[in-house]
Nanobody
Framework: QVQLVESGGGLVQAGGNLRLSCAAS????????MAWFRQAPGKEREVVAAITWSGNTTYYTDSVKGRFAISRDNAKNTGYLQMNSLKPEDTAVYYC????????????????????WGQGTQVTVSS
């Protein structure tokens, strides 16, 4: 069992930066695939980025490539999402998610593959 708690959200002006953190409980987190999703009002939850347990492979949705970076520190049981050059369209609730399913047996963008979710943190980007 893994519990996830996000932090680091807030209000930022367009062009600004934020770093989200996802603190995980449970000693098996280091073996889990991890991802960040977001959900804006009236829209479906969408993947932002995902990372393998080792950190060697990552996935980004097109709209954040070159601006966001996902990483993890397994020794600290923590995942991160560095968000740079934020845009108003990045405004959403951001969720951390994890799954024991191996990367090769899943589609990282598919919300249904993830078993564990945090409560979400609000990110608001003003224009």
């Amino acid at each position: 069992q893994v519990q996830l708690v996000e932090s680091g959200g807030g209000l930022v002006q367009a062009g600004g930066n934020l770093r989200l953190s996802c603190a995980a409980s449970g000693r098996t987190f280091s073996s889990y695939t991890m991802a960040w999703f977001r959900q804006a009002p009236g829209k479906e939850r969408e993947v932002v980025a995902a990372i393998t347990w080792s950190g060697n492979t990552t996935y980004y949705t097109d709209s954040v490539k070159g601006r966001f970076a996902i990483s993890r520190d397994n020794a600290k049981n923590t995942g991160y999402l560095q968000m740079n050059s934020l845009k108003p369209e990045d405004t959403a609730v951001y969720y951390c998610a994890a799954t024991a399913r191996p990367w090769s047996l899943m589609r990282p963008a598919d919300v249904d593959y993830y078993s564990y979710w945090g409560q979400g943190t609000q990110v608001t980007v003003s224009s």
